[in-house]
């Protein structure tokens, strides 16, 4: 988790640590592709000597040298070509995995907020494929930069040794034509692979989206509208990828077309050079060589330079994520803080959700704002108060500049409740009311202002995240499972749980025999979100998973919708057993679930407090909580 001192990385820091930590294999690799290209330049040099050796009748001997010499030069050029690769390619695969690992590990530290303003499918893209790209960028991309410097260096010495200034010259004068007309078009390149990211990250949200949803697709059946969606997109993809396509593709017959004239001028000039024997055949066949070995790296340039343009284009997109804030952090924490007890404090709490809308043109995050946040941060609680201020203030920008537009309401107004530890609070209330939210801010999943929730006498905001989490047993409404067995489902890499803390853990939420009745019981392997079980069977699990850790703090965010009642009551008093000494905040709609609990808490429509007591003193009190109840079981207090 992030301190006090945190540092939001970009992604061209990350690739200089890494460049620092393994530069001596990368640079000994562009070393050799600069040895590579000195032996694929002697080889026009020497085919010219042998041409003009064998017609001036020289001594075999001669020829065999130059043979020789032809051979080892090829040779040399196919060996070091191996080697570099060996060295670059397996850098910069290095890189790739690195720079993939540093998003994700970013991606784990980013809290809610970050999750609504990009969708999952828009992440992926940006962590897979623009990852790749920039692979690209300096691999293939720098190497053909290098590749071409030293062509176009030892070329265009050995053709004025060969044909003269003037010859040279004419070979050589448009290349400067055609970097401009290359480069004058980069920023073109740069719009239009943007675009193609921006499609494709379109499409993969969609297959996303498509596959999570899959029942209700067919539910409703509506496979084909989604059919003709996702070809919308898909076409929208192929449009921007033909646009490139087209200006990309002038780059090869531009260049053609020149050194054609180039081809056409010399074998005018040279013709006449050879007739008056100021050129020999071997060096004409030598010049020639030349210029084809220029074409290649002049195209290469331009390849490369779209290619940096591509990666430049994709650093900018990966800079959204990585220089994306956490809202949650360990701002400042006491050192040692922990959770013994589980006494909960509430004091006051509002909170607004704030709905993110990108800027206009897209930019990425300015390391300015990020440095002044940063500092704002460090100078103490001041800046917290000023946003959760702001929350009701109107408009509040994030630090790349994004506005963020407020609801029309608050989703909490000033609530306050005292829990006692081992205490188990039912909180129930109308839809909408913010449960779910009073129990997320808990948790921290959301940002919090200071002074509003306090854990064992400490603030929240004072207990480090990691703490705190650790000491919380979480179940969100949506019981999300992995696709491994229910066994590591439930033990969740938590390697300190034995067999018989999961087993105990599955017992208490009464699923332990449903999975043992299962062909591989513990090790059966849950599809995707748990589809292969059943919702009371995926609820449950995702219960035991909490409680295996024995948390002082039990958070359960309705997550008894897919039981009956019974079920539900069954497992209530299960976990009052194997937690006795653990504080319980249950959200549930069902009134005979919340008179299991010690104390029931009721939200009003405005998310405000309105009811607190146990079930029969709310039900004699004849308000809210009393109303609900003779709406679900017909009668009222006797």
Not at 34 to 59: E, H, V, Y
Not at 151 to 169: C, D, E, K, R, W
Not at 334 to 353: M, W
Not at 568 to 592: D, P, S
Request: glycine share 8%.
């Amino acid at each position: 988790m992030l301190n006090n001192d945190f540092k939001l990385t970009s992604t061209t820091e990350h690739l200089l640590l890494y460049f620092r930590r393994h530069w001596v294999r990368y640079i000994v690799g562009m070393l050799l592709v600069f040895g590579s290209a000195w032996f694929a330049m002697q080889i026009p040099l020497l085919l010219g000597k042998a041409i003009d050796l064998i017609r001036n009748g020289a001594r075999m001997d001669d020829v065999l040298r130059t043979a020789y010499l032809l051979a080892g030069s090829a040779v040399g050029t196919f060996a070091l070509r191996i080697i570099w690769r060996t060295f670059v390619l397996g850098f910069i695969r290095g890189a790739e995995t690195y720079l993939r690992q540093r998003i994700f590990a970013h991606l784990e530290t980013l809290s809610s907020d970050f999750y609504i303003k990009f969708n999952t499918g828009d992440i992926i893209t940006r962590a897979i494929s623009d990852v790749n790209v920039i692979r690209f960028m300096f691999g293939a991309g720098l190497v053909s930069i290098i590749d071409a410097s030293t062509v176009f260096i030892i070329a265009a010495f050995n053709m004025v040794n060969t044909a003269g200034f003037a010859m040279s010259f004419i070979a050589i004068a448009p290349i400067p034509f055609l970097l401009f007309f290359i480069v004058k078009i980069r920023k073109e390149i740069r719009r239009r692979q943007r675009e193609i990211r921006i499609a494709t990250s379109h499409m993969a949200s969609k297959i996303q989206e498509n596959l999570t949803g899959i029942h209700v697709i067919k539910g409703f059946a509506q496979e084909e509208s989604e059919c003709a969606d996702f070809s919308g997109r898909s076409q929208s993809k192929w449009n921007a990828e033909i646009h490139m396509a087209r200006l990309s593709n002038l780059i090869g017959p531009v260049i053609q077309v020149v050194f054609g004239a180039v081809f056409t001028l010399f074998i005018i000039f040279s013709a006449g050079m050879i007739a008056d024997g100021r050129m020999s055949v071997g060096q004409f066949t030598a010049f020639n060589g030349y210029i084809l070995l220029i074409i290649n790296p002049v195209s290469n340039i331009g390849q490369a330079i779209e290619r940096w343009q591509n990666g430049l284009a994709a650093i900018a997109r990966l800079d959204e994520i990585l220089l994306y804030p956490p809202e949650v952090f360990d701002r400042q924490v006491d050192e040692g803080a922990t959770v013994t007890e589980g006494k909960i404090e509430i004091k006051g709490l509002s909170f607004v959700y704030q709905t993110p809308e990108r800027k206009q043109d897209g930019s990425a995050y300015n390391r300015q704002t990020v440095q002044s946040e940063k500092d704002d941060i460090k100078r103490g609680t001041e800046k917290t108060n000023h946003n959760h201020a702001a929350r009701y203030g109107g408009i509040n920008n994030n630090l790349n500049g994004t506005k963020y537009s407020l609801p029309a309401k608050p989703a909490l107004r000033n609530v306050s409740i005292n829990i006692r530890p081992g205490e188990v609070i039912a909180v129930t209330g109308p839809t909408g009311c913010g449960k779910s939210t009073l129990i997320s801010l808990l948790a921290r999943q959301w940002a919090v202002g200071d002074g509003m929730i306090y854990i064992d006498g400490r603030d929240v905001n004072r207990i480090p995240v990691k703490t705190l989490r650790a000491a919380i047993g979480y179940v969100p409404q949506d019981n999300f499972l992995f696709s491994v067995s229910i066994m590591e489902n439930i033990r969740f890499y938590d390697e300190k749980l034995t067999d018989d803390d999961i087993y105990a853990a599955a017992g208490a939420v009464s699923v332990h025999d449903s999975i043992i009745s299962f062909s591989d019981g513990y090790d059966t392997v849950v599809g995707e979100r748990g589809v292969t079980l059943s919702g009371g069977q995926m609820q449950r699990i995702a219960i035991a998973r909490a409680l295996s850790r024995k948390p002082k703090i039990l958070l359960l965010d309705d997550c008894f919708s897919a039981v009956d009642a019974e079920t539900e009551k069954a497992i209530l008093e299960g976990l009052r057993q194997y937690l006795r000494n653990t504080t319980a905040i249950i959200i549930t709609h069902r009134v005979a679930s919340a008179a299991l609990a010690d104390r029931i808490f009721m939200l009003d429509e405005e998310g405000a407090g309105a009811e607190l007591g146990t079930y029969d003193e709310l039900v004699a009190m004849g308000g809210r909580f009393g109303e609900l109840v003779k709406k679900q079981t017909g009668r009222g207090h006797e």
